[in-house]
C-alpha cells in the first residue's frame, strides 16, 4: 500500500498563496504519476493537475493554468502544489492521488488518495 498525507492547506485571502504538500510511504515514490483533485461542498471531484513519475510530464485544469504549480521531490517522496492568486472558487479540500498509470491519474482512477486538506479563500 501506499499512504499519501497531505499538508499545507489553510485559509488565505482571494489574491494570496499556497503551498500544499503531499508525502508519500509504503512504496517506491518515483513509480508513481501524482495527482491533486479537489472538491468543494456540493461539488463533484474534480482534476487539478497531475505529474509523471520523474517530472517531466505535468497537465493542470484550465481552471488553475498559469495559477497553480505541480512539482515533485522524489528524494523526499513529496509532491507539491504551489497555488498563487487564489480565488474564491479555489476552496475547496485537497486531495493528493497516484498511480503507477499517468492516464488512472488523469481520469481520477488514482489506485491511492490522501485524506485531504482544506483550503479557505476569502474576499
Known amino acids: 500500500q501506499l499512504q499519501l498525507v497531505e499538508s499545507g492547506g489553510g485559509g488565505v485571502q482571494a489574491g494570496g498563496s499556497l503551498r500544499l504538500s503531499c508525502t508519500a510511504s509504503?512504496?517506491?515514490?518515483?513509480?508513481?504519476?501524482m495527482g491533486w483533485f479537489r472538491q468543494a461542498p456540493g461539488n463533484e471531484r474534480e482534476f487539478v493537475a497531475a505529474?509523471?513519475?520523474?517530472?517531466?510530464?505535468?497537465y493542470y485544469s484550465d481552471s488553475v493554468k498559469g495559477r497553480f504549480t505541480i512539482s515533485r521531490d522524489n528524494a523526499q517522496n513529496t509532491v507539491y502544489q504551489q497555488m498563487n492568486r487564489l480565488k474564491d472558487d479555489d476552496a475547496a479540500v485537497y486531495y493528493c492521488?497516484?498511480?503507477?498509470?499517468?492516464?488512472?491519474?488523469?481520469?481520477?482512477?488514482?489506485?491511492?488518495w490522501g485524506q485531504g486538506t482544506l483550503v479557505t479563500v476569502s474576499s
Open positions: 492521488a497516484a498511480s503507477s498509470n499517468l492516464r488512472a491519474v488523469l481520469a481520477g482512477d488514482s489506485d491511492y
Open positions: 509504503g512504496r517506491t515514490f518515483s513509480r508513481y504519476a
Open positions: 505529474i509523471g513519475w520523474n517530472g517531466g510530464t505535468t
